[in-house]
C-alpha cells in the first residue's frame, strides 16, 4: 500500500516497545524501523534483538554486528525518521 513515512519524536520511539499491542520501533542512524515482522527471523533470537526495542539500537547492533546491512535488511520495515520533541505528527 501506500506508505505513510512518519515523523518519529523520542517519546514516541520510547513508547513502541513491543507491549501493549504496539509493534516494537528500533531507530537506526536517525532512521526509525519496526523490528516485529523481522523477530521471527533474527539469528541472534527475539531477545538479543528486543534488547533495541523502543531505542536507538544502533550501538548494541554495530557492537555486535557491525557487517551486517540494517539498512539494506530492513528497508520494507522504514517506518520514518527521527525528528526533535516537538515537530512530531503524533
Ligand atoms: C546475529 C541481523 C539487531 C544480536 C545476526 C545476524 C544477522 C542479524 C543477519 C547473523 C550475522 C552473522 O552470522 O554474520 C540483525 C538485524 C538487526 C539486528 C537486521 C536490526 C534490525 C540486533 C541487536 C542485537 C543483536 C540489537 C543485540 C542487542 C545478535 C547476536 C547475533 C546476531 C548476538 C549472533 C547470533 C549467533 O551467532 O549465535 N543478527 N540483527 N542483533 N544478532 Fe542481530
Request: aromatic fraction near 10%.
Amino acid at each position: 500500500g501506500v506508505n505513510t513515512f512518519q515523523r518519529v519524536t523520542p517519546s514516541q520511539l520510547r513508547s513502541m516497545t513491543g507491549r501493549k499491542g504496539k509493534p516494537a520501533w528500533s531507530s537506526w542512524q536517525g532512521k526509525v524501523y519496526n523490528i516485529t515482522p523481522y523477530l521471527p527471523f533474527h539469528p541472534g533470537g527475539e531477545a538479543e534483538l528486543m534488547k533495541a526495542a523502543g531505542r536507538d539500537g544502533t550501538k548494541l547492533f554495530m557492537d555486535v554486528h557491525p557487517w551486517v546491512n540494517w539498512e539494506n535488511m530492513m528497508t520494507t520495515c522504514l517506518v520514518g525518521v527521527m525528528v526533535p520533541e516537538n515537530h512530531g505528527t503524533a
